[in-house]
């Protein structure tokens, strides 16, 4: 039977409307300030969307584009800079950064507070216990997809393939904080079609195009693609082979217009949040 197809494109857009609804009834001041160093066309593209996003939610953004030559203490000291701006309540640095950066020491270097990604220490540590003001956005962003299928996560087996400190750890805590069983793989995981068969929710987070086959996912499975991979050609195409993983699963994300947009309402909401913590 062929998947029902989750609609990302419509959920961020819900998402980012009660972002902006609350804005307006509360007449909140919010402001995200985003950093991007270099050219990275990627790169590029998300900053964009993501002023994109602010406009439409009422959120004032401010942009920083510097050249790809900037040294660390300079890119420290706008940091610093926007840490005690009262008009900033979200400090965002686009990743990855220039090979000559030292991106923990720049992370850290953002007030927790304004730490929109969840990506600070100190709140990463906070997600990892279940008391977090903000979500990381990625792995939330998919949580809400997930539960746009009605599909309850308490007691199922979940798989989340990738376990990097952006999307797999968090993804895994975010799952397990809803009862789900979880098991998280890698590159060293053994029989991972296997484990991957098991998963009635099953989250790809690898960065390979079409890692995930038809013969990994069980009948009737959630699949949550969180790939953005560009081919040769161009196009783009997620973690998981949608033509025939498709025609097996109960509910799939596409890509475009799945987990993508989903990161960036997140962000907004974040943002939200922020303004509302730090403006009481
Ligand atoms: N690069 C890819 N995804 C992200 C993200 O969610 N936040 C930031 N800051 N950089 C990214």
């Known amino acids: 039977m062929a998947a029902k197809i989750i609609d990302g494109k419509a959920i961020s857009a819900a998402v980012?409307?009660?972002?902006?609804?609350?804005?307006?009834?509360?007449?909140?001041?919010?402001g995200l300030a985003v950093v991007i160093v270099g050219d990275d066309p990627a790169s590029r593209v998300y900053v964009n969307n993501k002023k994109k996003a602010c406009e439409l939610c009422g959120i004032q953004?401010?942009?920083?584009?510097?050249?790809?030559e900037t040294e660390q203490n300079q890119l420290l000291e706008l940091i610093d800079t926007l840490n005690a701006d009262k008009n900033v309540n979200g400090i965002l640095v686009q990743l990855p950064l220039p090979d000559h950066?030292?991106?923990k020491a720049v992370i850290e270097r953002i007030s927790p507070l304004k730490d929109v990604d969840a990506f600070h220490e100190s709140n990463v540590g906070k997600i990892m216990i279940g008391n977090y003001a903000f979500l990381p956005c990625t792995p939330a962003g998919c949580m809400e997809l997930i539960h746009s299928t009605g599909v309850d996560v308490a007691g199922k087996e979940c798989v989340v393939i990738g376990?990097?400190?952006?999307?797999?750890?968090?993804?895994?805590?975010?799952?397990?904080?809803?009862n789900g069983t979880v098991?998280?793989?890698h590159s060293k995981t053994k029989n991972l079609t296997e484990v991957c068969r098991r998963a009635d929710i099953l989250v790809a987070a690898v960065g390979r195009p079409n890692f995930v086959t038809a013969d990994m996912v069980k009948d009737g499975a959630v699949v949550i693609d969180v790939g953005i991979n560009r081919l040769e050609n161009g196009k783009l195409c997620g973690d998981v082979k949608f033509d025939e993983v498709s025609e097996k699963?109960?509910?799939?994300?596409?890509?475009?217009?799945?987990?993508?947009?989903m990161t960036i309402a997140m962000l907004?909401?974040?943002?939200?949040?922020?303004?509302?913590?730090?403006?009481?």
């Open 16 to 30: 980012k409307e009660q972002v902006r609804a609350e804005i307006e009834r509360d007449k909140i001041k919010a």
């Open 61 to 68: 953004s401010f942009e920083y584009a510097l050249p790809a």
């Open 101 to 103: 950066f030292d991106e």
């Open 163 to 178: 376990r990097s400190n952006i999307v797999g750890k968090p993804m895994a805590m975010l799952l397990l904080h809803e």
């Open 183 to 185: 098991t998280v793989c």
């Open 249 to 261: 699963a109960a509910y799939i994300t596409p890509v475009p217009g799945g987990v993508g947009p």
């Open 268 to 280: 907004m909401k974040n943002t939200l949040t922020a303004a509302r913590i730090q403006n009481s």
